[in-house]
């Protein structure tokens, strides 16, 4: 970038929030994915204003805009490819309104999604996505990955929350996208479009979301099962059943000894899986629907089941799958955390594939995951430095998507394609679904300016 | 249409399956609008691959096509404005899987939507989004006007609902959008985009749908307001107070006179409004929400609050709002039902304001609709052949509109833009809206040959 595009940057937003220095470059080089690029300038976005000039800006001198949140997207989504200049919003984190009447909030993208619910609480109303990392990922990082959590089988994902945003598109035009109405069909749902679109067709400055009020009851328990195929049946039972869990989650056995050996939280180390359950609602409603749970359980391969008495009974129960993504940090130096998701009724056959992957590339795995959603987080545990294991691995995860695709899953529940996942969406979504997206981007972006090199190609682009 | 072009329909959708009769050219023309235009060609699909032939086709000779379910939107949306070829899919209507376990199905297009349940209930599920026309309308059709219903506070609209879907994109191509998964993130929300884009981007063979499980026990109130305030305040109330009703329907004074009229259904011609109220889940839990709900309604300023004790009761309570269309049918030759919506904190002003509006240009209106997600109903009952009538009703409809924008709400809730909407959507979504939406049609149907004159027009193009 040149002296006179860098002091346009220090006019439009301040001096002080333009850097250009080689560590800050360093520092806003990558996000908890594996890929490093450093940009040329990072600039911090207050207004919607200038992230308006910056386009016209960047469109004008046709420099490449990558934004980002917090940088903690698991994919490279914020992670600036082709150079140019990182937008970061998280400095606009502002509410802007909070209407409990019509159970709305408004709010700046750069807010902490965790920042909502304080809010929200003072008129018992809650955001329900709870990704992994929401006590530090941005909502408008949440929004552009349409990001899950545990909840996802009763409550959704961040788009089922989105009303209405407003968003910069790539050449700077200002547009509010959605309507605050629960009923709204003025136009194609192009609020919905942006949802999961990985910064690539605008930047979102502002969202409206839905929000729900908050149960007044939450039943727990954790059961251990003798086999997978237990752990799976029981699953099944529980939806069959007609009650939907606002959280199952799932532990393998590698999980549990990975846990046990970071620390005792009383898992047996022979025990296959582990089911983690909630039910919420009405106080009746939850207890009921554990009820039946306990008896949907207990007709399968079960070892133990335990109801938490109390709220510190149900922290004991839930310290494992707290520690779950520590204990399997700490087994081997590097980590890739997988989201290769299956429909619920598949989770068997995807686990014992898992299972089979890693024993065909000698790798370790452990799997975790929402079993109520069909999100698993497969785990690999690798040392990066080991090039012959990393070779493996890379091997493993490639059969791994593969098998998604092949049981109607989908290679990404939850993390996005971005850069780790761009050379199999094709798998995924065959070579007209490419040429659509293609379009798609085209249409916004005709120059390619905005967070260019993520998720697809465009055709006259070399791979990345 | 060319001789040729005739035969070659007839090569792909077979003789019989052709239709060209001037009287058959009649009878799909309309739709449940005010608006009639004369196709030059009928013909039925019975398959996907027929839909593609008859795109490519259509592609070769630059021939309008305009898909058609059963006819009855309120909005214009199958009506051939360009001429051409209408396009029925109502005898695609199979059921292609029923998957309980996994809590989907997976029909054909042409499937009337209320013929989905009678799957649905063997395995204790049910399809929640239930507009009025569900016992008619085909699936395809709500998913091209995202249709709403009673029941859209708690169980939300059409969108909420569609995961994954086959369609012909304009040129012939056949592509699969979305997933079965819960959580899927592999590409833009290409699924999303198509509900409620009115068949202007491709058209829909095969849906898969969520289904819920069927709630244990239902709860039925009537509620009977001698304020239209207070009926409005209830409504708040009982939202502030953390219920969420999965009906809240709401009839005024003009509409309970009609309906005293048609028929005795033992409402008071001097009430002021009458809420129709229902909750649904867990026996208890929908039993302690109502009880919450006779608490809330009872510090307004009610006349009578009258508990179902029975489905007979219910199906009482609820005489008067099942035939309060064909009530204020009854009032004068035709009526226009409009579905203008806003946020339910602002019903009692755009209540009011469609009441001044009606004075202003001496109008009869009834208003009634689902209050809890603010979609109301104001049912204008004219004469068309009165000219003088006809010309304050465009221009208090106009009012009308431009009240819901100036509210924040929406000019449709769930009828949708097509031809009766078309002049205000820029009103609503602003020129760079119109835009937007311009350019991601040309994207997909770069000769504007399905559906043409929709929503909007394209730039070329002379207004309908």
Redesign the interface.
Known sequence: MTKNQIEELQTIFSEKNVLTEIEDMVAYSYDASHVEVQPEAVVFATSTEQVSQLMKLAYREKIPVTPRGQGSGLSGGSVPLKKGIVLCMDRMNRVIDF??????ITVEAGMTTADIDPVAVK??LFYPPDPGSVSFSTIGGNVA??A?GLR??KY??T??YVKMMKVV?PQG?I???G????????????E??F???EG??GIMTEVTLAL???P?HRESALAIFNSLEGAAQAV?DI??A???PSTMEFMDNATINAIQNFKDCGLPRDGAAVLLIETD??K??AM??MATVEVEVKKNDIREFARAKSSEERDRLFEGRRVALNALASVKPNLILEDA?????KLPEMIRGIINIADKYQLQVGIFG?A????LHPTFLIDMQDKDEMARTEKGVAELFQLAIDL??????????GLE?KPF?KD???G???R??Q??K???DPLNLLNPGK??DMPDEQSA
């Open positions: 209407d409990p009447a019509n159970r709305l008129s018992n990955e349409n899950g996802g089988l959704g994902v788009k089922d598109l035009d547009v509010t996208l309507n605050k109405c629960v009923k709204h069909v003025a136009g194609f749902n192009m919905g479009i949802v999961g679109s690539l067709l729900l009020p908050i007044e099944s939806i069959a007609g009650v939907t609602g009405e009746n409603s009921t629907e998701t299956v429909m619920r009724s929402h109520g959603d069909g999100n109607e899953g989908t290679i990404s529940g939850e993390h996005g394609i996942k969406l995924q979504i065959g007209e679904g490419i659509l997206l379009n798609i085209k249409t916004f998720m697809f």
